[in-house]
């Protein structure tokens, strides 16, 4: 096939790029199925040509065409196209030199960073930055995660851009938009993100994780000092696990922890306290994870209670559409205010007078139409003061 490959090529490319000069333009790339043959057939042209040798300008030519073309196709409104522009540029990319195959991971990179704007938190005393991501797109964003998922599954990415694809990976991890409709969307970019944490932890040495300062990975700037990148991205998933709303993500974020502490031991706090907490079959239900895996997350340890209280002030708790998923919230809010209390009796009444404080400084924040955050913040304030009479009694019980 050698001495057709090029004649192939450029009537494949001519039918992606042609236009409606093209015969039967609008019928092939109006089908799904057509447009995931075009990407098949761009991708085994490209792997077919890097067989050769030696490389010929031509060649070399050919296949930037193709990654191009490829790149474009990772925001296709249909999710099978997607999905095969992702694994294609994931193959192609692993038969590309050291040099090359660095260049198509910045290019995805890149294009995930397009359209991020990072502002200050209004509710953040010390002017933290916070993501928004209201201008990107959420197909795009879909694709490109695939492809950092696929790339890393592949051990394509050198160890020294691990840190920026983590970077990509925790923002993926809570990515999140509303439809016109008020409707969530972006639960597909995070389960493509959980797949990515899952690839990392499976195909990345301890040693080369451990090597990440978290300093340089802008999205975990949030986590205490000392954390390391594992610790990062167990509390990341413990979050995802417990608190969102789509139950293929909980389960997704599951199983990525587990294979995250089973490939790295003795790296994460209680890791498998931790894993046998946030089981894949205890985080199913919405509402046990809210409450009793939250509650039981808590107890392992500071970080993930504080982790996971923080995540309710957000679209994941006082945030949602449903009304009583913000019930469950505001229940999940007060007792593990109460938990971490409990875990220091020296501080059991500054972590409830730090929590209202918190509240009280997001309801001052608070735009008039955003009606729902103010009913789950109220409702947090409520349970945070319904676990006062239970310190106190706590706090007396343990005098002697």
Known sequence: MDKYLIRIFHTINSITSGGADFPNYEVINGSASARMILIKVTRSIAVLVLRQQPQTIQGTELVETGIGSLLEKLSDTDTPVRFAASKALSIITLRLDPEMASQVVEAVLDSLNRKVVWVKDPTSPDGRLIRDLSSVDALEWHGLMLTLAHLLYRRSPPPDQLSD?????????????????????????????????????????????????????????????????????????????????????????????????????????????????????????????????????????????????????????????????????????????????????????????????????????????????????????????????ETITFLCEGMP
Do not use: M
Not at 209 to 233: K, M, N, W, Y
Not at 326 to 352: E, N, P, Q, V, W
């Open 165 to 389: 694809i983590i970077h990509a990976l925790l923002l993926g991890l809570s990515f999140e938009q509303r439809s016109t409709s008020g409707g969530s969307v972006g639960s597909n970019v995070r389960d493509a993100a959980c797949f990515g944490v899952w690839a990392v932890a499976r195909r990345y040495t301890t040693q080369e994780l451990l090597d990440i300062p978290v300093g340089s990975v802008f999205a975990a700037r949030s986590h205490p000092e000392g954390s390391t990148i594992l610790q990062v991205l167990a509390t990341e998933l413990t979050v995802a696990a417990s608190r969102d709303s789509a139950g293929n993500i909980r389960r997704g974020s599951s199983a990525a922890l587990q294979e995250l502490v089973g490939r790295h031991p003795d790296t994460v706090e209680q890791g498998i306290w931790l894993v046998q907490t946030v089981d894949y079959h205890a985080v199913a239900l919405r509402s046990r994870a809210l409450h009793d895996v939250a509650i039981q997350a808590t107890a392992l340890a500071t970080c993930y209670g504080e982790a996971l209280l923080d995540s309710l002030l957000g679209w994941r708790g006082v945030g949602d559409a449903e009304a009583g998923a913000r019930r469950a919230a505001g229940a999940s809010f007060g007792a593990i205010t109460f938990r971490l209390a409990s875990l220091d009796a020296g501080k059991a009444l500054r972590y409830l007078s730090d929590s209202v404080d918190t509240i009280l400084r997001h309801v001052r924040k608070l735009q008039p139409r955003q009606a729902e955050e103010r009913h789950g913040l109220l409702l947090c304030l409520a349970a945070v003061f319904d676990k006062v009479p």
